[in-house]
């Protein structure tokens, strides 16, 4: 829009200019008449030319027969000086219109050129030089040449932030699309992950409190049986179910505070304290939780996993090994995270993994970690197990 609006003012100028050449003459010549006219119209088809996708592609066309033009006005009004002025218009349409160094010197010694012939023509026509005119005149010429310059870069540099904004609102789109989808991936597997680990919960319910439960109605069938011909086996078979109902309670309770858990989502650090001041509440398991590094590092999908392969360990501690304090040891690097749990609970020289066992070692597994247990009768059992944050290998063969 400027630069048309710079190109009609071109125009005017030259029309204007023309009718000073014009009406500067007392009586005009039909030869003079005809020329004005004629130049006129010359620049108004070359305005309409430059205008054009082809004029601006051949533009050095239009600007040579405007200079045709203004020579004609050195030709046929050699009294005046004011075709410097025109050149001067000339000037700043070259310079709007040309990055081409060779073009731009060209058509600068084609001027000088023009300029000494037109001076030589004036000073044998007229006799005068007119040496003060010309000097005004041609610094309007270096002015409209600097202006055109300058008014070419500023052009291009507010296209170019045009340009550079454009693409920066394509890129923030597709960020913001980008981030879009990846929410709502990140939903999807959190929300499949949930899924999985209520499935897993439901079927450890079904597999340790069903057995269980089932025990405990084989057992009441056995005191009733009992209570009138042997009423202290009865009595402590009746213990017994006490016992049996009483772990069946805290097995239950434990899958409800998970599942309860996964409803309202907490911070894995919440989770795992939670966890461990409920089994202090029902156990009396003293513990200890340190913290190594930043946990927004760790993922969502590892993050649940984690929860159980620490409350699968305490669970194991308790049950099998009676003990009463373990310590737990989470450290997070950018690539890495570190779990371990030791317990001072009755340990052993051979560790058989049973379910429990192979369950962590499955979660883990599942994200290209690795784990290990380890067991002493006189320090209690450990389990170490390791997550990789970045790279994920599988390793199939070897130990």
Known sequence: MKLRLLSNIRLVMFILISYIYYSSVGEHTAFQL??????????????????????????????????????GFVYFFPESTLYLILFGVNAVTLFLFSENKRIIW????????????????????????HVMEHVINFTFVLFAAVVGHLI??????????????????????????????????????????????????SGEIHDT?????????????????????????????????????????????LSVRTLKDHVQPQSLISTIRKLLEDYQKMTGLKSSFT????????PISIQLD??????????NAVRHGQADECSIVMGVS??????????????ST???????????RERVHEHGGSIVFESNPSKGFSVKASFPLKEIQWQMGGA
């Open 34 to 71: 005809g020329f004005v006219l004629f130049a006129v119209i010359g620049f108004s088809l070359n305005h309409l030319f430059l205008g054009s996708a082809l004029g601006k592609k051949y533009y050095s066309i239009p600007l040579a027969l405007d200079s045709l033009f203004i020579v």
């Open 106 to 129: 060209g058509f600068a010694l084609a001027f000088f050129m023009i300029w000494g012939g037109s001076f030589y023509y004036a000073y044998r026509v007229t006799g005068s030089l």
């Open 152 to 201: 070419y870069k500023l052009s291009h540099a507010q296209q170019k932030i045009e340009q550079q904004y454009d693409e920066l609102q394509e890129t923030h789109q597709a960020l913001k699309s980008a981030h879009q989808q990846l929410h709502h991936y990140s939903s999807e597997i959190e929300e499949l992950t949930l899924i999985r680990e209520r499935n897993r919960i």
């Open 209 to 253: 409190v069903g057995h269980k439960m089932t025990a405990l109605l084989v057992q009441l069938q056995v005191a009733k049986e009992l209570l009138d011909s042997q009423p202290e086996r009865s009595k402590q078979t009746m213990l017994l179910c006490e016992e049996l109902a009483r772990n069946t309670l805290q097995e239950i309770r």
């Open 291 to 298: 913290v190594k590094g930043d946990v927004s590092h760790i």
């Open 306 to 315: 984690t929860t159980r392969v620490i409350q699968e360990s305490i669970t």
């Open 334 to 347: 950018e690539s890495t995270l570190e779990i371990i749990i030791e317990d001072n609970g009755s340990g």
């Open 350 to 360: 051979k560790v058989n993994p049973g379910f429990g066992l192979k369950n962590m």
